[in-house]
């Protein structure tokens, strides 16, 4: 029998006010001020019986211990940060003050995250100051509410045959990444992200070792056709899958025999870290029209949030390329780029980049250029003319990056533009 309960809520503006007030302290002071409870906490007027403070006590230092485990205070490297999500999925799903009508409040998650285990979280983001990976703003980029969500969606199978943790574990995070992109057409139906899962694994498993991204992007363009008009929701799980097997099928047979080559677009599942990039080892070898796809990699890897000034150090961190001081500028007007695209996202008050809702692709604009490529064609036979040059550049309208470049390049050639 359930035995779940009323958690305490913290409203959206309190929760902004309160992450304002902690986001600068350490992580021991941050340990000091957990607690139960909060002056500004709410709580429904009717539903369930409400959480007490003993449990709500108890399930902050099981997530605590969690975090004891690996490391805390030593800010987590990739591996330690994939094995707590993990952990921290099966504990919140087997929580059982936790059902999903009560996981489904985002003040729920904005409590939790700042009051009871205010310390884990800024560990676990590697002290970032993600707004969303804190307040209950969107459920899939909250740092709690995310691995309840992903959990629930994937475990919760009446026919698991017993082993409900099967498909769950048999994913990575980069399978994640390709499952939930579309989490707004599917993500949010349990039965339909496992039945994707399956799909994504049996492709997977397929294609033998070999780039299985083209035949997924068919298999999906093919789910979205038929959706349109067959509500795969309706129907039973062997159904589903018979359908999609056959969707799949032709999906591999299409992609395989037109022997196209994984061209990422918008509507991809592609992770950015699974994305084919030309490996250099200088920043001006490095295509322009990938860079935003790196930084995108960049981000994800810093727990989706990278302050703008430090944009240059990060990007350093995960590719091991250097950012000469003079390309700076280059990089972050190339991040403001992607944030157009909508594949970064710039938050004004914190002044910092963070991961889009949309799957990255080379910005094509850029050509085939690299900084040294379009630096060696202005010198060798490029037009005097500062305009052409931008237009041979760029596909598109000159902004302050493109100019910067060009600039740059013309000096190099010996131009006077």
């Not at 958690?7 to 503006?13: A, E, K, N």
């Not at 295509?287 to 990699?297: G, H, N, S």
Request: with cysteine; hydrophobic share 40%.
């Amino acid at each position: 029998m359930s035995t779940g309960r009323l958690h305490p809520r913290l409203g959206r503006q309190f929760a902004k006010e309160l992450w304002e007030e902690r986001r600068h302290l350490t992580l021991h002071e941050l340990r000091g001020v957990a607690d139960t409870t909060h002056p500004l906490e709410m709580w429904p007027a009717v539903g369930a019986e409400r959480i007490d403070g003993p449990a709500l006590a108890e399930l902050g230092d099981r997530i605590r211990r969690l975090s004891d485990e690996l490391g805390w205070p030593e800010l987590p490297s990739v591996e330690t940060r994939l094995a707590f999500d993990r952990g921290l999925s099966r504990l919140l799903i087997e929580t059982e003050s936790l059902f999903p009508a009560e996981a489904a409040v985002l003040e729920l998650w904005s409590f939790l995250a700042l009051v009871v285990v205010p310390d884990v979280i800024a560990w676990r983001t590697g002290e970032s100051n993600n707004y969303e990976r804190w307040v209950g703003v969107d459920l899939t980029r909250h740092t709690l509410a995310k691995q309840y969500w992903r959990a629930f969606a994937l475990t919760t199978d009446p026919e698991s045959g017993g082993n409900a943790w099967k498909l769950f574990d048999s994913l990575g995070e980069a399978d994640f990444d390709q499952i939930q992109t579309r989490r707004a057409a599917y993500g949010v139906n349990p039965k339909l992200s496992r039945a994707i899962a399956r799909a994504y694994m049996r492709i997977r498993e397929r294609s033998a070792g070999a780039d299985s991204r083209l035949e997924w992007r068919e298999f999906l363009k093919s789910v979205s056709r038929l959706g349109a008009f067959v509500n795969f929701a309706a129907l039973p799980n062997h159904l589903i899958d018979e359908v999609f097997v056959e969707l799949g099928d032709a999906a591999m047979a299409d992609a395989r025999a037109t022997g196209e080559t994984y061209a990422p677009a918008e509507d991809d599942f592609a992770s950015p870290c699974t994305e084919t990039i030309n490996v250099v080892d200088a920043f001006d070898d490095l295509p322009l029209k990938d860079i935003v796809v790196r930084l995108v990699q960049v981000i994800r890897e810093a727990d989706d949030c990278v302050a703008e000034s430090d944009l240059d150090h990060a990007f350093e961190r995960v590719t091991g390329i250097v950012v000469p001081s003079s390309r700076r500028d280059v990089l972050r007007g190339i991040a403001w780029q992607g944030a157009a695209l909508k594949y970064l996202e710039h938050d004004e008050d914190t002044r910092t980049f963070q991961r889009g809702d949309t799957a990255p692709a080379p910005d094509r604009r850029w050509r085939h250029w690299s900084i040294n490529s379009f630096t060696a064609y202005a010198k060798e036979e490029g037009p005097s003319d500062f305009d052409a040059l931008c237009d041979q550049l760029f596909a598109g309208r000159a902004n302050k990056t493109v100019k910067r470049i060009v600039r740059a390049a013309a000096r190099e050639a010996g131009l006077s533009v």
